[in-house]
């Protein structure tokens, strides 16, 4: 299995995402591992529309955030995994997952007759 290779690729994910994250979040002060949407540096709007573009604005970055933040957490997963010497393989069978698995989503945790 070519192991540095996904390592490599998950760590690219890793800083491509934490970026991402970072243009509409932060890592939370409160929840170690966790990350908020970035509060609005506005909210003194005094037209009800405008009001409502910023509630719908931090609405939608709290969503964008989930997305990108759980996806965020299956590649820590797989790189914990790597560490522990448990990567590529299919956690409801235990056999190896498919070199062309891996190679589509490196984070996968099953094999093909398991997805």
């Known amino acids: 299995m070519k192991m540095k290779h996904f390592k490599r690729e998950l760590e690219a994910e890793k800083a491509k995402l934490e970026a991402q994250m970072g243009t509409i979040g932060r890592k939370s002060p409160s929840v170690p591992g966790d990350w908020e949407p970035v509060p609005s540096e506005t909210g003194m709007e005094s037209d009800l529309a405008d009001q409502a573009d910023v509630v719908m604005s931090r609405e939608s970055n709290s969503a964008i955030l989930a997305d ?7 590649i820590l997963a797989a790189l914990s995994r790597i560490e522990k010497k448990k990567y590529g393989k299919c956690e409801v069978c235990g056999e190896e997952i498919e070199g062309a698995r891996l190679d589509a989503d490196p984070a996968a945790t099953t094999c093909m007759k398991h997805l």
Request: no cysteine; glycine share 0%.
């Open 68 to 74: 990108l933040e759980a996806r965020y957490d299956t």
